[in-house]
């Protein structure tokens, strides 16, 4: 029988914090889930980990070992996507632990308005040792927040399937905002937002995740960059909230250059820096125009 939720997860390296999540995961209130797990290419515990809690827990899932050399976060998270079968995908890192209720009042969220196709809540960071580092508290204008970036935790969020694979789901081309991007393109799809306020989950800040993208600096800037000119053609968005969108791009567009310079492409840093000074001064007021003509980033 497919179960209401798919949690997916991708995971390299997380024997550390991973029972602890998986701890957490099995004691939801909310019991019919699948857990989708990618391994991204481990080389210490986690297999056996993951082996273990699976062999005691038959919603665990561990997907086949990919064939791709060294994947990236958004291709590990994209393959556990494509194996979820649930209507609704909850995101679960493997070293953020959720609250026993988290998935049962995202599923209410959802359930309660058929307009809404992303339901998240409010989040707290936690270090490596679990001690409370700060309380994160969603505005309620979140298209106003999405010009200048994603205040929402992924592993905060849960989703409708069929809209999200509608839009693409994670695509490659973004290496660690994968997750933002998501959320922007099924806002632009139609797709509401509804928050929980309350903190539903402890997201983990330590020096080995992911996002932290050594070596790729410029990727580091353009990403944002990308997916920023699509929220600032979201509707409902505030003209000063337009405003703040485009002096943060513009900000980060001379970074994007300068990045590109320091590695030697200095033609293209010039380049770069023009063309998005003038995207992000031109999408200001083309932007609602655009989206009510129906062309979307």
């Known amino acids: 029988m497919t179960p209401r939720v798919s949690v997916i997860m991708t995971v390299r390296n997380g024997a550390r914090y991973l029972p602890e999540t998986l701890d957490a995961l099995s004691r939801q209130t909310f019991a019919d889930y699948e857990l989708v797990v990618n391994d991204n290419g481990s080389t210490d515990g986690t297999l056996a980990i993951l082996a273990d809690y699976a062999s ?9 070992p990919s064939s791709r050399r060294d994947p990236t976060f958004t291709q590990g998270i994209q393959r556990a996507f494509e194996a979820a079968t649930a209507p609704l995908v909850a995101v679960n890192d493997s070293d953020d632990v959720p609250e026993p209720t988290r998935l049962e009042k995202l599923v209410v969220r959802l359930d309660a308005d058929p307009r809404v196709a992303i339901a998240t809540s409010w989040f707290d960071n936690i270090d490596e040792a679990g001690c409370h580092l700060a309380s994160h508290r969603l505005p309620m204008a979140l298209a106003d927040a999405y010009q200048t970036g994603n205040p929402v935790a992924h592993s905060s969020i849960m989703y409708r399937r069929v809209l999200a694979v509608s839009v693409g789901g994670y695509r490659e081309k973004f290496t660690f905002a994968s997750d933002f991007a998501l959320q922007v393109a099924m806002m632009s799809a139609g797709g509401g937002v509804a928050i929980v306020p309350e903190p539903l989950i402890k997201i983990r800040l330590h020096a080995q995740q992911a ?23 979201l509707p409902g968005v505030s003209w000063r909230a337009r405003l703040r969108g485009m002096v943060a791009r513009q900000k980060l567009a001379l970074r994007y250059g300068w990045a590109l310079w320091c590695e030697g492409r200095r033609t293209a840093g010039v380049a770069g820096v023009i063309y998005w000074l003038f995207v992000s001064l031109t999408s200001l007021w083309a932007g609602p125009a655009a989206y009510r003509s129906g062309g979307m980033a």
């Open 56 to 64: 005691r827990d038959s919603r665990i899932r561990v997907l086949p």
């Open 211 to 233: 996002s932290l993208m050594p070596g790729k600096r410029p990727q580091y800037y353009w990403e944002p960059l990308d997916i920023l000119r699509a929220a600032s053609r």
